[in-house]
């Protein structure tokens, strides 16, 4: 069995998560023209999808089905 590290899962939730911030970042700013509202999503989306992402991770980390 292939076990994956926590700071492998970690930096791979970051890094997932810079592209979906900057994605969420443009469409906010494309619907309401302001960046500081724009700016504020962003960062509190990537605050919590950080860490829901990492515990997503983890548990399929622990889950065998899908493995040989």
Do not use: C, D, P
């Amino acid at each position: 069995m292939m076990n994956v590290t926590r700071s492998r899962s970690f930096l791979k939730s970051l890094s997932y998560r810079i592209f979906g911030t900057l994605t969420s970042w443009a469409v906010v700013f494309v619907i309401t023209g302001k960046g500081s509202l724009a700016s504020l999503i962003a960062f509190w989306e990537t605050i919590v999808k950080v860490g829901v992402y990492y515990w997503h991770e983890r548990i399929w980390n622990r889950t065998q089905w899908g493995r040989r």
